[in-house]
């Protein structure tokens, strides 16, 4: 579903953010994404997101090859990628329900799907019962699940997380990871970019390790699936 082949991206001359980066993660993979700060992950992801162009290499998401993608082709490209990020990025002027729904506003669903794609994925990650409320009304984790119910509300195959526990407590921390992990078992891939080495190691997932541009960590061998 993602692969990157000898991913090269330069800002400058005097910064290159991610250098000669060659990974694949297949349907339903779970993987981890580390690193220093400032090794590149931020890039990585913005790449698969289309918010960056790679200066050399190959992007492929879905078997679609990123780097010539037409800038009009770009949100019909992100619809099928759900992102979830560490500070939520709700909007407070609206409800749960209505923040979830956005996704699927844009797309121009009808009005009787989007009530219920919503309520299922509220279901999902267990807060069915707050969608009328504010999200400022939530606690820290109940605000990054319903991140994440609205990153999976259209049902995308590629997850993509940027510090999604940077915020909560171990046991919360937990909770959200459950939460992926169950989503790469219906055949969504999900990459997560985390500092948090104790909760990486206790998930026993594949790494995948930045360090100054480069990537540390051999993928496996195999076809990857797109």
Same mark, same amino acid.
């Given at each position: 579903?993602?692969?990157?082949?000898?991913?090269?991206?330069?800002?400058?001359?005097?910064?290159?953010?991610?250098?000669?980066?060659?990974?694949?993660?297949?349907?339903?993979?779970?993987?981890?994404?580390?690193? +220093?700060?400032?090794?590149?992950?931020?890039?990585?992801? =913005? @790449? %698969?997101?289309?918010?960056?162009?790679?200066?050399?290499? =190959?992007?492929?998401?879905?078997?679609?090859?990123?780097?010539?993608?037409? !800038? !009009?082709?770009?949100?019909?490209? $992100? !619809?099928? %990628?759900?992102?979830?990020?560490?500070? +939520?990025?709700?909007?407070?002027? $609206?409800?749960?329900?209505?923040?979830?729904?956005?996704?699927?506003?844009? *797309?121009? #669903?009808?009005?009787?799907? %989007?009530?219920?794609?919503?309520?299922?994925?509220?279901?999902?990650?267990?807060?069915?019962?707050?969608?009328?409320?504010?999200? #400022?009304?939530?606690?820290?984790?109940?605000?990054?699940?319903?991140?994440?119910?609205?990153?999976?509300?259209?049902?995308?195959?590629?997850?993509?997380?940027?510090?999604?526990?940077?915020?909560?407590?171990?046991?919360?921390?937990?909770?959200?990871?459950? @939460?992926?992990?169950?989503?790469?078992?219906?055949?969504?891939?999900?990459?997560?970019?985390?500092?948090?080495?104790?909760?990486?190691?206790? *998930?026993?997932?594949? !790494? @995948?390790?930045?360090?100054?541009?480069?990537?540390?960590?051999?993928?496996?061998?195999?076809?990857?699936?797109?």
């Amino acid at each position: 579903m993602i692969e990157f082949q000898q991913v090269s991206k330069r800002y400058d001359s005097d910064h290159t953010a991610l250098r000669h980066v060659s990974f694949g993660l297949g349907r339903g993979e779970l993987a981890f994404l580390t690193g +220093h700060s400032g090794a590149g992950k931020s890039t990585l992801l =913005k @790449l %698969i997101l289309l918010m960056e162009r790679p200066s050399a290499g =190959k992007v492929v998401v879905g078997g679609q090859l990123l780097n010539t993608m037409p !800038r !009009r082709q770009i949100p019909y490209v $992100r !619809r099928h %990628i759900g992102a979830v990020f560490q500070n +939520h990025q709700l909007l407070f002027d $609206r409800t749960v329900f209505d923040n979830v729904a956005m996704p699927l506003e844009v *797309m121009g #669903v009808s009005h009787q799907d %989007i009530g219920r794609r919503v309520r299922a994925a509220l279901d999902k990650v267990g807060l069915l019962s707050k969608e009328k409320m504010n999200p #400022v009304q939530l606690s820290g984790g109940e605000q990054q699940r319903v991140g994440i119910a609205r990153a999976v509300v259209n049902k995308p195959p590629v997850l993509l997380a940027d510090e999604p526990t940077g915020n909560l407590d171990p046991e919360l921390s937990a909770d959200i990871m459950h @939460l992926f992990e169950q989503f790469s078992q219906v055949g969504v891939t999900v990459l997560i970019a985390t500092h948090d080495i104790a909760l990486i190691e206790s *998930m026993g997932r594949r !790494r @995948l390790t930045l360090a100054h541009g480069e990537l540390l960590t051999t993928p496996p061998a195999g076809r990857v699936v797109a």
